[in-house]
T-cell receptor, first 112, second 113 residues
């Protein structure tokens, strides 16, 4: 089967940099996605790594290393509005289009 | 405005009653999905559909049913056979190619009393 593990909670201060890790056990997948979800709201797409390496989108960057079964989301210049849950997700090989399996989620608390 | 609309946002039902959650999208997406989220947990796939008139079970399909009669609509019925139906239900859609990107609705919160 597939499983994706994330730290349950991370705390950081405004203006800092934080890294949220995602380790996975899966036989193969198309790519690693990251989503943000504010309390009680809809998850929103942040990034997608189809290949190994770093993808940068503004203050957010995402990294994937298939050889290490590991990825992370890097948030820079943290703002209070970044307080939310963050989920990594993969689409297993041979599965339906974008049939994502989600990680356990990391609750990020940004403090003043 | 293109997007996904779920209704109702909040729903209360008695045990033993079936309930149907609505999901409509005007993004012209081929694929649609239903996920369930329990407090403090990740999303688990209930059902998904890649084309009209076809759908497949996800990881936790027992006690749920769906239909896909139109491209825009993918309603989910929570039946009385679902043992623990109280949860936050999220509908999503995507293009018909692997992009890792799902577009989610605002969710329906079902409470069974």
């Amino acid at each position: 089967g597939q499983s994706l593990e994330q730290p349950s909670e991370v705390t950081a201060v405004e203006g800092a940099i934080v890294q949220i890790n995602c380790t996975y056990q899966t036989s193969g997948f198309y790519g690693l996605s990251w989503y943000q979800q504010h309390d009680g709201g809809a998850p929103t797409f942040l990034s997608y790594n189809a290949l190994d390496g770093l993808e940068e989108t503004g203050r957010f960057s995402s990294f994937l290393s298939r050889s290490d079964s590991y990825g992370y989301l890097l948030l820079q210049e943290l703002q209070m509005k970044d307080s939310a849950s963050y989920f990594c997700a993969v689409t297993p090989n041979g599965g339906a289009t974008n049939k994502l399996i989600f990680g356990t989620g990391t609750l990020l608390a940004v403090q003043p | 405005d293109g997007g996904i609309t779920q209704s109702p946002k909040y729903l209360f039902r008695k045990e033993g009653q079936n309930v149907t959650l609505s999901c409509e999208q005007n993004l012209n997406h081929d694929a649609m999905y239903w996920y369930r989220q329990d407090p403090g947990q990740g999303l688990r796939l209930i059902y998904y559909s890649q084309i009209v008139n076809d759908f497949q079970k996800g990881d936790i399909a027992e006690g749920y049913s769906v239909s896909r009669e139109k491209k825009e609509s993918f309603p989910l019925t929570v039946t009385s056979a679902q043992k623990n139906p109280t949860a936050f239900y999220l509908c999503a859609s995507s293009w018909g190619r692997d992009t890792g990107e799902l577009f989610f609705g605002e969710g329906s919160r079902l409470t069974v009393l």
